[in-house]
């Protein structure tokens, strides 16, 4: 069965480039969400197979978002994958704490893209 | 006869007859020996005075030969000394030594006289002889004085001169001269105005003056040196007296220059000092060693906007953030710290509210100043207002982040699109716009690193990243950093090789990861194809050093410095080098110079280079021996106030735990997750996430659960319920109550163990033991460590040897007694010393069991232990 990942990232061009990439190049559904709060909502609503978030937003960024999703019974088991432009060591291994599976840096290769995703999610091998 | 002849007559008789009278006087009173000799040679006559030079009485030589004067004296000297007189008659006088009877020479000056009467035949001699023996023998003493007073005049330390009464100069001797740069003989020519400045000729006059009147006087001066430089001496001035009275003024001169000079020194050093403190930029507060202000600087009312008055007398805590009940306590230790330690001051950064209500960052650093003698007696504080300069790191740190963010974000979707592009997701493309999409991913990609480089040496250089230090392998590290590097390896068909490797060093792993990998990157880069890159590191001394060997160009001599510089390059024509940052070496040498390295590189043209650096090396037998797995006790201290931090981490350290602080709810939890501290201490009122929300959330999660919290606020519990707390501190904090409540804290981890045992094996065994009984172990190789454990938590059970490097067993059970919180502590004694019942009675606390190593078989330590928690078991329930 396809696929289905949620992007949740504040940058409309970011999203459309996350999105071919994952559609095109990985072949999965994508569906976006441009706040937090709006990526809450998704979760619950559409259930993806993972979610891919975005730390710097503005209201509610990565982290918060990501502690309430895990807070929610209905989307805690949803894994997610942070894809940030902030790289900080520090900051990477305390949101792996707060329950990511994985970091993935932007600017990214958006042919590499899909591969990375999986691989962070165990979806490969 | 006339009357007249008549009375001439009679004149001339008295004339006559008052010539013998005065004859007869001077014969029988003159200090000359008198003697008459007729013509033959026989003593007519001797006066007293004969008597008493001679030796011989009148009676005894008159009518006898002249010889009887001579009885030592041969014949023959007597017939010439006679004949000496007969033939010089009237002349003389002769110095003749004289002989006398008694044995004694006397030197006689002897002169013969003939008597004649009116020009007839000689009748004999008159001899006067004069004894010189007394003249003699003083001039002989007064030339042995002189003689010795000059060898003390050329000898003196002090210079020496004398003037007579017109001011004239008449001795010098020649320390005088040396201190004046004259020979002695020219100072007699020179006149006191070239001697002495005009402005003291007056004072030098009334010196002499008082010496005229027989005072003596003493007093300091300058003297003119003939290279025209003042000379200071103190001048002692004493009147030289003769039976006629004062002749000259002795002047006795002692050269003070150097004392003079050092005065001087020391008196422009004080103005200096004085003015340094008057108009320095920064705040100085001079206060006891209690922390009493003494005096203060205008930039220190300036900085704090208190006036002098204000801060005189009040305590310095007002400059280190510290309340009431800490202050005396923390002066105490600050001090002792300073004095014995190896810091020579000690610096505290605290928020400070000035006078006026304006909030500001103050630096504030605490030395010590000394008495003569050494000790300590002030406390000099020097405090600096920083608020601009963390406004400034704070915007830097900001712009580092936003820039990092901003810059990021349109490269995203640059490189995201060029990307699909160039994949074909869009479609196939022409070759040529192919390859102008390629060109373009390329410059984006390198765009990209150099930001990341640039905003990664910003953060490193201005310290915005901490370092994690830990222990790591060395060589875990080279492998990490060899994977990383594996895919260029390839791509440049070189290989890469682990060399020798060993050692442990104290870093921040990633870190030293990207140095290693930016070292490893280059060398791949410049190495032909299949030739060889080769990683080693090695212990040496006290660090660890790393080499990074390539078979490349190698790089000339003058560059190898230069190459740390940002943005250089050996050649930049290279097209190797152009695939790099430039900055690479740069970030790498930052690292390395963080973690108190060095990094440097050999190169041999057409050789290779090697890339060395050092990291510090964890040492086997220092701070991570056994106390690695059985640790003291570990306290997350979380205040937003760095004074409290500062003074609780004191009072805890001295107390046997590891201290972690943070200033925040995030960093708390961080810390907490990472390290999991025995016992949170957390204040209520934090920045941004609350102390509450602290605790919420540790609460929250698996690791942190169950660690006690001890909340630390002003607000009582009615006022701020906080339901993860197991006990709450009000503040100011009280060192008594802290530490009841840390050791309650620590008696919720379940039972735990005191081994105190210096034997590191043995400690191993009986720590294995314990721990399979389920018991937590803590060790102590030492009476004092096992002290400051004794106060950080109540072990449920204490182990006991009792020799130990610093103490014995005894002297920790009677410490052990004083402390009511340890008064029932179950205790296995397990030493090699035999006991008796008096031993083992001191050596009671709780229930107490002995075990003696070697007589007892190994299991017994076991059978007791077992018997001994039973004990306890049963007692419990």
Redesign the interface.
């Known amino acids: 069965m396809t696929k289905r990942i949620l992007i949740i990232d504040d940058?409309e061009?970011?999203r459309e480039?996350?999105e071919?990439?994952l559609s095109?190049?990985g072949g999965w559904q994508v569906i976006e969400a441009s706040s937090g709060d709006e990526g809450l909502r998704k979760a619950v609503t559409e259930q993806p197979d993972a979610i891919l978030l975005d730390v710097?937003m503005p209201v509610l960024d990565g982290p918060s978002t990501l502690k309430r999703l895990k807070a929610d019974p209905i989307s805690k088991n949803i894994p997610v994958v942070f894809l940030t432009?902030?790289a900080?060591?520090?900051d990477q291994s305390?949101w792996l704490?707060l329950g990511a599976v994985g970091v993935l840096v932007?600017?990214?290769?958006?042919?590499l893209l899909p591969s990375q995703v999986a691989r962070a999610l165990g979806w490969l091998d | 006869m006339s009357d007249a002849e008549n009375s001439s007559q009679i004149a001339k008789l008295s004339e006559d007859e008052s010539a013998r009278l005065r004859g007869a006087a001077l014969f029988s009173h003159s200090g000359d020996a008198i003697l008459d000799v007729d013509s033959s040679g026989v003593i007519t006559a001797f006066n007293p005075a004969a008597e008493r030079i001679f030796g011989y009485s009148s009676s005894s030589v008159v009518g006898r030969s002249l010889g009887v004067l001579l009885p030592r004296h041969s014949p023959n000297e007597l017939a010439e000394v006679l004949n000496r007189l007969a033939t010089n008659a009237g002349a003389g006088p002769f110095l003749v030594d004289y002989l006398r009877s008694d044995g004694e020479t006397h030197n006689l000056s002897v002169t013969a006289v003939p008597l004649t009467v009116g020009g007839s035949e000689s009748m004999g001699y008159t001899i006067i002889a004069r004894d010189l023996t007394d003249l003699r023998r003083s001039r002989a003493h007064l030339a042995a004085s002189e003689e010795r007073y000059r060898i003390m005049m050329e000898s003196a330390h002090e210079g020496i001169g004398a003037i007579d009464t017109n001011g004239k100069i008449i001795f010098a001797n020649s320390r005088l001269g040396e201190m004046l740069g004259y020979t002695p003989e020219a100072i007699k020519e020179l006149s006191l105005p070239i001697l002495f400045f005009p402005e003291d000729l007056s004072t030098i006059g009334e010196l002499v003056e008082r010496g005229l009147n027989r005072d003596t006087a003493v007093t300091e001066i300058r003297l003119r040196h003939k290279n025209g430089s003042p000379v200071w001496v103190i001048l002692s001035t004493a009147p030289f007296l003769s039976d006629e009275g004062v002749v000259s003024v002795a002047g006795f001169l002692t050269d003070i220059s150097d004392r003079k000079r050092s005065e001087t020194l020391l008196k422009s050093n004080e103005s200096l000092l004085r003015s340094y403190f008057e108009y320095v930029p920064v705040g100085i507060a001079l206060s006891t060693l209690g922390g009493v202000i003494e005096r203060v600087n205008p930039a220190l009312i300036t900085i704090s906007g208190y006036e002098s008055k204000n801060l005189l007398g009040s305590s310095l805590s007002l400059f280190l953030g510290l309340d009431e009940t800490s202050r005396l306590d923390t002066f105490t230790k600050l001090v002792e710290e300073l004095s014995t330690g190896d810091t020579p001051s000690i610096p505290f950064e605290i928020p400070f509210e000035t006078k006026d209500g304006r909030s500001i960052w103050i630096q504030v650093t605490v030395s010590l100043m000394r008495d003569e003698a050494g000790d300590p007696s002030k406390l000099v504080s020097v405090i600096r207002d920083e608020t601009q300069r963390k406004d400034a790191d704070r915007i830097k740190a900001e712009f580092v982040?936003v820039t990092?963010?901003e810059l990021?974000?349109?490269?995203?979707?640059?490189?995201?699109?060029l990307?699909?592009l160039?994949?074909g997701?869009m479609g196939e493309l022409p070759d040529s716009a192919q390859r102008m999409l390629e060109i373009a991913v390329e410059s984006?990609d390198r765009l990209?690193r150099l930001i990341n480089d640039i905003l990664d040496l910003e953060r490193l250089s201005s310290g915005n990243?901490p370092l994690?230090l830990q222990e790591c392998e060395a060589q875990t590290l080279i492998e990490r950093a060899i994977d990383e590097v594996v895919g260029i390896a390839e791509l440049a068909e070189v290989e890469t090789r682990i060399g020798t490797v060993e050692g442990k060093v104290w870093a921040d792993a990633?870190r030293v990861i990207q140095t290693l990998t930016n070292l490893i990157g280059n060398a791949i880069k410049f190495s032909p194809s299949s030739s060889v890159v080769t990683v080693s590191a090695q212990t040496e001394g006290d660090h660890v050093r790393f080499k990074v060997q390539d078979h490349g160009p190698g790089i000339p001599a003058d560059q190898l410095e230069t190459i740390f510089g940002r943005f250089q390059q050996v050649d930049a024509s290279d097209s190797r080098a152009k695939a790099g940052t430039g900055l690479g070496l740069a970030i790498s040498r930052t690292i390395v110079e963080q973690h108190g390295g060095l990094i440097w590189a050999d190169s041999a043209i057409g050789k290779g280079s090697i890339f060395n650096f050092t990291i510090p090396a964890v040492n086997d037998h220092g701070q991570q021996d056994s106390d690695e797995l059985f640790p003291d006790p570990a306290v997350l201290v979380c205040d937003d106030d760095f004074a409290i931090r500062e003074v609780v981490r004191t009072m805890l350290e001295n107390s046997g735990f590891r201290v972690w602080t943070a200033a925040n709810g995030e960093e708390a939890l961080?810390i907490a997750?990472h390290r999991t501290p025995d016992v949170i201490l957390l204040d209520l009122l934090l920045p941004g996430m609350s102390g509450r929300d602290t605790a919420l959330a540790l609460s929250d999660e698996d690791e942190t659960r169950d660690i006690p919290i001890v909340v630390l606020s002003v607000l009582t519990s009615a006022q701020m319920p906080v339901e993860h707390a197991m006990s709450r501190l009000e503040k100011p904090i009280e060192e008594d109550a802290l530490m009841k409540a840390l050791r309650a804290g620590l008696g919720a981890h379940g039972r735990q163990a005191l081994v105190v045992e210096d034997d590191p094996q043995l400690t191993q065994v009986l720590a294995t033991i314990l721990s399979h009984h389920g018991l937590t172990v803590r060790t102590a190789h030492t009476g004092e460590a096992a002290k400051r454990l004794g106060r950080s938590f109540v072990p449920d059970l204490l182990v006991l040897d009792l020799s130990l490097p610093d103490c014995d067993g005894f002297s920790i059970i009677e410490w052990m007694r004083q402390q009511e919180w340890l008064n029932d502590v179950p205790v296995l004694v397990y030493t090699a010393w035999e006991l008796n019942e008096a031993d083992q009675e001191r050596l009671r606390l709780g229930e107490t069991r002995f075990v003696v190593k070697c007589q007892a078989p190994p299991e017994m330590f076991e059978t007791t232990l077992s018997e001994l928690l039973d004990w306890e078991k049963k007692n419990l329930q």
């Open positions: 940058e061009l970011i480039i996350v071919l990439s095109k190049v710097m432009a902030k900080r060591q520090s305390l704490e932007k600017p990214f290769d958006p042919m | 982040s990092s963010h990021r974000t349109p490269l995203t979707s640059i490189r995201g699109a990307g699909l160039t994949g997701v984006t990209i990243i994690a990633d961080a997750r």
